[in-house]
């Protein structure tokens, strides 16, 4: 991808420990630039984070869409 970018996340935690919801970002938005999905993670636009509920083994699921 190499146009802009909007980039969703929905973090499932395996538990109800307590997480800081922005600590995910930072580390799959250069994962995502270094494998390749995008050139780097200056093209997204709109960025949003939600997290669900807790449930085992816990989940993150992405969505990028090219605005």
Known sequence: M???LSLSMAAT???KRK???DNI???VLDSLAKSGVY???SQI???I???LKPSKP???VIEIVEL
Do not use: F, H, Q, S
């Open 49 to 51: 984070v939600r997290r």
């Open 58 to 60: 816990g989940r993150l």
């Open 19 to 21: 997480r800081d919801l």
């Open 13 to 15: 935690p395996p538990d």
């Open 39 to 41: 050139e780097d993670d």
């Open 25 to 27: 970002c930072k580390g």
């Open 45 to 47: 636009d709109e960025l």
């Open 2 to 4: 190499t146009g802009r």
